[in-house]
């Protein structure tokens, strides 16, 4: 569960201030929701406020149970670690043996051999393999997808989903997709997200040909939403 | 069998062959009838190519006394109604029955085609010329309907699952039947530790920084062998540069501290305070991939990042020491305890200023361009290339605000046996710290909002 008491908040979106939520009170139980809104970029934000990842200027978000990354969100996975050191801080942060971790990451993706190298040298997809098996080793409450999940016919792909639907049973899951059948194959109903409100959404295919989702700037390789920059004051 | 009896057995499998070919079609013909009783098993038929409609259709014409272009209707015809009975009474898939209904449409028109251009249609071995381009097309056009109809079906099924929070089955195939299997047992295992551990509400922020710290450890592992060795040179050079300035105005001892180790101390932790400040600050900003994971914040990323550097110095110093006193370059300190605790002391308002930095730059980007103008100014009264007591009274001032002048000189009077400081003032330093580390904390908790993750 999910609740919001008071919120708001401000935020920017191409260098463009926001407000993003005023005043929100909204409570969220347990179930499968698609994250729609007018913008991709602005169910981002969304999902970093929903996910607990950055708190509101104003009021709190409350989040009970276990709550996971932004699941596929490419930034994520990244940097001169390699896929162990990067398994062993994941399995650390949340308490899983890192040796088991590991064991069902190499065995699930398809290039078990990329993970002793510096991720900064993998191929996307490898990075996105990792990425999401990763995600199935520690069980959470709710899993926050940001991302589309693995469509291609492959082992993968295939090995992925059975588990993932095993873990979903019971749980709450928040999708940030821009394929309507990932969010129709997954979800109930729609988290809608229109002028600084949040509402949920019965009727989930009515509300996906009204938020129709498309991918952000990000997911089609044209940079990030916000202004963050990784020069570094060191020299 | 006798060969008598076995051509009663086929006159009376033929009889009733007929009996029943007229019973389902008793408005054909007897020969028709029993054309169409025979295509009633293509609509269910296991395969799918056309071979099967061709061979009907060419033997049907076969049996023909002659082939008028009326007769050949018939038997077109007859065809097509044996394969719309078939339909109505098998199970025979809609997309199925349409790909016969489309099959014999284009063997009837490639058929008759050659017909009407007198090619032996009748002839054994005889295949119309483009009969597998035309076919092909027609079963490609029907797989992919029939997987657009089991998606649609698979989807479903998969919403009813959902919707009553049922796991869906994804099927896959044998060979990786046994990896799901292992898999299952594997996440089990790690359900089950995971179940066992304390939940204690302090645990996840302690278990958060361990795991930063020792990610940041393989961070620095994983940097470039050159910048580690940087770490070691780096105030080596600066203590050469000293050095050679003091020599050169011919001054040996600085009030009773042999130049060299004075440079050396001076050097060494002036180059940990940049690093720990300037790796911490930017640890704020450009660790914002890992500010994805709900225990980790900012201030997190950026202190440890600055604690993992500030911990290379526990090497670099008694390597420095050690070698430098190998050479008769440098005197060993005085009190090793005093200097340790200074030392560590500068790291941690290394840390405090670098936190203060990290919130303002998350607030305001453009701080971070003003990076090495910080650097220098904080050089200079940071007690590396002098000690306030070198200075006239009048300017002592202008050096003494900065902690870190205070700290430099107080790990001075502890590393040598012959120098005091007279101007170094302890609770000066402490207050400076305290100050920085509560600004720092009440900044870290302001930027929050303000800090998207990556």
Known sequence: ?235 | MSSNEERIAQWRARRDAEKSSRAAHPDLPSEFALIATRAEALATGDREDADGVLALVLESLRSMPSTTIGERRQVYDAVARGIERGVEHGDAQSEFAELRRRQLRTIVRLVENDARLDIAVTDPGYRPAEFDDAVGALLSGYRRRRALREGAEGSRLRRQALLSDESFTISVSEEDEGDLLYLRQRLAVVDAARGRRSIHQLRPRLDAWRALLRFEFALLRAESRFALLWSLLGPAVLMGILSFAYFFIGTHTILNMDVPTFAMIGGATWFMLRNTMFRTSTGFINRRSLHNFEAVTPAMTGISVGMVYLSSYSVVFPVLILGGYAIDLFTLPANVGGVVFWIACTGAIGLAIGSVFGCIAVVWPYFRQLGPVIQRSLMVVSGTFLVSEQLPTDYRAFILWSPLTHALQLLRTAYFENYTSDDADPEFFFAWLGALIVVGAVGQRLIRSRSNPA
């Open chain 1, 1 to 235: 569960m999910i609740d919001f008491f008071s919120v708001s908040d401000r935020n920017s979106v191409f260098g463009r201030s926001i407000d993003l939520f005023e005043n929100v009170d909204f409570h969220l139980p347990r179930g499968r929701y698609a994250l729609l809104a007018r913008s991709p970029e602005q169910r981002r934000l969304v999902l970093d406020v929903l996910a607990g990842l950055r708190p509101p200027r104003a009021g709190h978000v409350s989040i009970s149970g276990s709550i996971s990354w932004p699941i596929g969100r490419s930034s994520v996975v990244r940097g001169r670690a390699t896929g162990y050191d990067f398994i062993t801080f994941v399995s650390e942060l949340y308490g899983v043996d890192a040796d088991q971790a590991g064991d069902i990451v190499t065995l699930l993706v398809s290039r078990p051999d990329y993970i002793d190298q510096p991720i900064d040298t993998w191929p996307p997809y490898v990075r996105q393999e990792f990425n999401f098996a990763l995600a199935l080793v520690p069980e959470f409450d709710i899993y926050v997808v940001d991302a589309p999940m693995p469509y291609e016919e492959t082992r993968f792909t295939r090995l992925w989903q059975a588990l993932f639907e095993e873990r979903l049973v019971g749980k709450t899951l928040i999708l940030s997709s821009y394929r309507p059948k990932q969010l129709l194959d997954y979800c109930a109903k729609g988290l809608v997200y229109e002028g600084g409100q949040l509402f949920i959404d019965h009727d989930l295919e009515s509300c996906i040909e009204r938020y129709p989702a498309r991918p952000a700037r990000e997911e089609i390789g044209l940079g990030n939403a916000d202004s963050g920059q990784y020069t570094e004051l060191d020299f």
